[in-house]
C-alpha cells in the first residue's frame, strides 16, 4: 500500500509540472503562427454611386447612359480580422453580365492593390472607383470577391448584385437660382431652363411634355414655353426647354403667384402599341420677389455654429448688439452676407472703432483664409455673388490695451456696382475679472496666505469672503461653481488622505461643493490634520471651478495657504501606550503565546508519557484547574503534534516562497506525503492496539486542585495512570493517591 500511495504521489507532481510548463517558459509561444484566426475573417463589397458613403444604403439600379461625371461605379472592400495589409496574397474584384458567367467575360476584373488598403476600426477597408463606358447591357450583374491571405486561406465574397434598366430619364434645372425658387424684380426678365436626358439604352425612346398649370394674376401674362421642337429623346441624347417670366414694372402691387407649377409628362410606347407613363408629376416653385440691387444683408453670431445671434439686417425683432469680453480677450465674431438682390453682385466690407485710438488689431478670414485690406483698410468680401447666394466669414478682433471698458464697433458692407451699403453697430463691453476669493483681514489679496506652525492631529480656520463681479450675472453666464482644496506641493500630495477640509456658513459641508456666488456674506473654512500626518510643509489650494457648458472656456482661480506640520509629542505617548497595550492583546501576540504554551504542553506531555517512571506521568502547574480531563492516548498526542508541526512548516514556506512556482509545488506534494505516511502509521497503531485486551476500570472523580498555603507542603507533580487511578509526589518525598473523596498517604488504607 505504500508502494501505491507513493506512485500516486509522484504521478500528481509530474502532472502538476507538466500543466505548469507552458506557462512557466515562454519560449513555448510560436511566433511564426498568424496573430488572427481564420475563422474570424469576414470579407464585404458594398457599391454606391460617388457621391454616397460607405456606410449609405447601396445604389442597386444603375443605368446605360447617365451623365459621365455620374456614371461610376465606386466599390468599398472591407476586410474584418485582418489588420496588416501585409498579411493580403491576393484580392480579386469581379463583376460580370448575366449573360458572360459562363464564359467568364467580366465586366471588371482587377486585382486590388493592398497598399490601397487603410485600417479602420475592424479590419482594413479600401475604396475603389469604375468608370463604366456608355450603353452598357442592361440586365443584372453579379459582383465577387476572393481574397487569399499569406496563410493559404481563401475567403469568398458573393454579392447580391446590380440591375441596369433599359428605360430611364434623368431632370435637371440649369440655373443659378436656388433649389425650387423664382427670384423676380421690377420690370425684369425671370428665365428658367430645364434639361432632360435619356439614360436608358441608345436605342430605347421616351416622348416629354412640358405644360404650366398655375393662373397668372392681374397684370401678368403667362410664361413662355422653348423647346427646339423637340418632342421625342432617344437613349444618351438630351433637350432643353427654356421659360420665361417677363415681370411688371410694380411687383409691389401686382406681385406673382406665391407658387407656380409645372407639369412633365415622359412616356413610351411599347411593341405592343401600348402607352407607357415613365413620370407624370408636378414640379413646383416658390416666388421671391427682390430689388435689382439688394442692401446688402449681413448677420452676425458670436459662435463658430452661428446659433447666438446679434445682428441681422433683416430681423424686425430688436436685438442685443452687446459683446462681451473678460480682461480684454480676443472677441470673434462669425457673419453670413447674402446677396438678396437680382442681379450678380460683388460686396466689400470697412470695419472702424469709434474713438478707439487704435485699440484693436483686425483680422478677416474666408475659409480661413485671412483677406488683407487694402490701402483704405477695406476687405473684399465676395465677387460675382449670385442672388439668393451666401458667403460665411470670420472676424477677430484682438485688443492691444484690456483695460477699456467699453468700446462702440461699426462694420459696413458695400455692394460696389451701384453702391448700396448697410451698417452695423456693435458695443464691446470688457469685464474685469480678478480672483473672487478673498481672505478676510489679509490685506494683499495676491499673495498665499501663511497659517504657521500646526501640530499633528489638530485643525485651523480661515475666513473666506468671494467677491461678486457685475459678469457673473450678465445673460448667457453659467454662475455655479466648484470648491475644492487641492495639494500644491510634494508633501502634500502624498499627505492627502491625512488632510481634510470642510467649509461652514449655515452649515458644515466637506469639500468638495457646489454653490453659486451671490453674496459676500463670509465662510469659514476649516482644514484638520489627523495624527498620521507627516511633519513639514505644506502648501495646498483653495479652488474655484466655473461649471460651464463650454469646459475649454471655463473660469478657474486659486488661492494658496501655507502651514508647517510639526510634531505633536503628546500623541508619541498615547501612541507608545496603545501600541503596548496592543501588543499584548494582539490577536497576532494571543496566537503566538497560545501557540507557545501549547508547544511546551505538548511536548512536555510527550516527555512525561515516555518516562520511565510512569508512562503516562504529567507535569502539571499550579495554577492549572484542567487535571479533571481523561488521559489522552499516546498515538492521538503524536498526531496532534505532527499536524501542528506540519501546518506550521507549511504556514512558513507559504508565507515565504508563495511567488515561487516549483516551491509551492514541493510543499503541497511534501503535504500530501505526510499526510499519507501520518495516516499509514495512524492505521497501523490502531490495528496494534486492537490486538491487545483492554482491561476497563472504573473512574474515580477528578480531584481538584486547590492551592496551598506558602508555608505548607506543595506538589512537585500529579499523574493520572493506565487504571484511571491519580498520584501526587509532594515537596517532602510523600506519594499520595485520590481515593475520590481524599488524598490517602501510599500504604495507608481508607
Not at 500626518?533 to 505644506?538: D, L, Q, R, S, V
Amino acid at each position: 500500500m505504500a508502494g501505491v500511495g507513493f506512485r500516486a504521489v509522484v504521478t500528481s507532481l509530474l502532472f502538476i509540472i507538466a500543466s505548469l510548463s507552458p506557462i512557466m517558459d515562454s519560449t513555448s509561444l510560436d511566433h511564426n503562427e498568424p496573430l488572427f484566426n481564420s475563422q474570424n475573417v469576414t470579407t464585404e463589397v458594398r457599391i454606391h454611386d460617388i457621391n454616397s458613403e460607405s456606410n449609405d444604403s447601396e445604389t442597386l439600379i444603375w443605368y446605360p447612359n447617365t451623365p459621365s461625371n455620374e456614371r461610376i461605379f465606386q466599390f468599398t472592400i472591407m476586410i474584418d480580422g485582418i489588420t496588416d495589409p501585409e498579411d493580403i496574397d491576393y484580392c480579386n474584384l469581379t463583376m460580370t453580365w448575366q449573360y458572360n458567367v459562363s464564359s467568364d467575360n467580366h465586366l471588371i476584373s482587377v486585382s486590388l492593390n493592398k497598399n490601397n488598403f487603410v485600417e479602420n476600426e475592424d479590419g482594413l477597408i479600401l475604396t475603389y472607383q469604375y468608370p463604366y463606358a456608355n450603353n452598357i447591357f442592361f440586365g443584372n450583374y453579379f459582383i465577387s470577391l476572393d481574397t487569399i491571405d499569406t496563410y493559404g486561406n481563401n475567403y469568398s465574397f458573393s454579392h447580391q448584385g446590380i440591375e441596369v434598366l433599359e428605360r430611364g430619364y434623368s431632370i435637371s434645372i440649369i440655373d443659378n437660382l436656388p433649389e425650387d425658387k423664382l427670384i423676380f424684380a421690377n420690370g425684369k426678365l425671370t428665365e428658367l431652363e430645364f434639361e432632360i436626358i435619356n439614360i436608358g439604352v441608345s436605342y430605347s425612346n421616351f416622348d416629354f411634355l412640358l405644360t404650366f398649370e398655375t393662373e397668372m394674376t392681374a397684370g401678368w401674362s403667362d410664361p413662355l414655353l422653348y423647346n427646339d421642337n423637340l418632342t421625342s429623346i432617344w437613349g444618351g441624347d438630351s433637350a432643353s426647354i427654356s421659360v420665361s417670366f417677363d415681370a411688371p414694372l410694380d411687383l409691389i402691387s401686382e406681385p406673382p403667384p406665391e407658387n407656380l407649377i409645372f407639369n412633365l409628362l415622359i412616356s413610351y410606347e411599347d411593341d405592343e402599341g401600348e402607352i407607357i407613363e415613365m413620370l407624370n408629376d408636378s414640379l413646383t416653385f416658390n416666388s421671391i420677389v427682390v430689388p435689382e440691387y439688394s442692401i446688402p444683408v449681413i448677420s452676425l453670431f458670436t459662435d463658430e455654429n452661428r446659433t447666438e445671434l446679434i445682428s441681422d439686417s433683416l430681423s424686425t425683432e430688436p436685438l442685443d448688439n452687446s459683446v462681451s469680453t473678460t480682461n480684454g480677450e480676443t472677441i470673434i465674431l462669425f457673419g453670413n452676407l447674402t446677396n438678396y438682390g437680382f442681379e450678380t453682385s460683388s460686396f466689400e466690407m470697412e470695419i472702424e472703432t469709434i474713438d478707439s485710438l487704435n485699440l484693436w488689431n483686425i483680422s478677416v478670414f474666408i475659409d480661413n483664409k485671412e483677406v488683407i485690406p487694402n490701402q483704405e483698410s477695406v476687405y473684399s468680401l465676395a465677387t460675382s455673388l449670385q442672388p439668393l447666394e451666401n458667403t460665411s466669414f470670420r472676424i477677430e478682433f484682438n485688443v492691444s490695451n484690456s483695460s477699456f471698458d467699453f468700446q462702440d464697433v461699426s462694420i459696413k458692407l458695400t455692394e460696389t456696382t451701384n453702391l448700396q451699403d448697410s451698417e452695423t453697430l456693435l458695443t464691446f463691453i470688457n469685464y474685469q475679472i480678478n480672483n473672487p476669493i478673498l481672505f478676510q483681514n489679509v490685506t494683499e489679496q495676491n499673495s498665499t496666505l501663511s497659517i504657521g506652525d500646526i501640530l499633528q492631529n489638530n485643525s485651523f480656520e480661515v475666513q473666506v469672503l468671494f467677491g461678486l463681479n457685475s459678469y457673473f450675472f450678465t445673460s448667457g453666464f453659467e454662475n455655479q461653481w466648484i470648491l475644492d482644496v487641492e495639494m500644491s506641493n510634494q508633501i502634500a500630495i502624498l499627505n492627502s488622505q491625512n488632510i481634510f477640509a470642510y467649509i461652514v456658513q449655515n452649515q458644515t459641508e466637506e469639500l468638495p461643493i457646489q454653490f453659486s456666488i451671490n453674496n459676500k456674506l463670509p465662510y469659514k473654512l476649516i482644514v484638520a490634520l489627523n495624527e498620521e500626518i507627516e511633519i513639514g510643509n505644506y502648501s495646498i489650494n483653495l479652488s474655484l471651478t466655473q461649471l460651464a457648458s463650454d469646459e475649454d472656456n471655463s473660469l478657474y482661480f486659486s488661492k494658496q495657504i501655507n502651514f508647517n506640520v510639526l510634531e505633536n509629542s503628546s500623541l508619541s505617548v498615547d501612541n507608545e501606550s496603545q501600541n503596548n497595550n496592543s501588543t499584548n492583546n494582539s490577536q497576532d501576540n494571543n496566537s503566538t503565546n497560545n501557540s507557545q504554551n501549547n508547544s511546551v504542553n505538548n511536548e512536555t506531555n510527550l516527555t512525561n508519557n515516555t518516562s520511565i517512571d510512569d508512562g503516562n506521568e504529567t507535569l502539571v502547574d499550579n495554577n492549572s484547574t484542567d487535571i479533571s480531563n481523561p488521559p489522552q492516548d499516546n498515538s492521538t498526542i503524536n498526531q496532534n503534534t505532527d499536524y501542528d508541526t506540519n501546518d506550521s512548516t507549511k504556514s512558513n514556506n507559504d508565507n515565504s516562497k508563495s511567488w515561487i512556482f516549483m516551491i509551492i509545488i514541493i510543499v503541497v506534494v511534501g503535504s500530501i506525503m505526510v499526510f499519507i505516511i501520518q495516516k499509514r502509521r495512524r492505521n497501523n497503531s490502531i490495528q496494534t492496539t486492537s490486538k491487545e485486551p483492554i482491561n476497563i476500570n472504573p473512574i474515580l472523580p477528578q480531584p481538584i486542585i486547590q492551592d496551598l498555603p506558602i508555608n505548607q507542603v506543595t506538589i512537585l507533580r500529579q499523574w493520572t495512570d493506565a487504571n484511571g487511578y491519580t498520584w501526587r509526589q509532594m515537596s517532602d518525598r510523600s506519594v499520595l493517591w485520590w481515593n475520590g473523596h481524599d488524598w490517602v498517604p501510599v500504604n495507608q488504607n481508607q
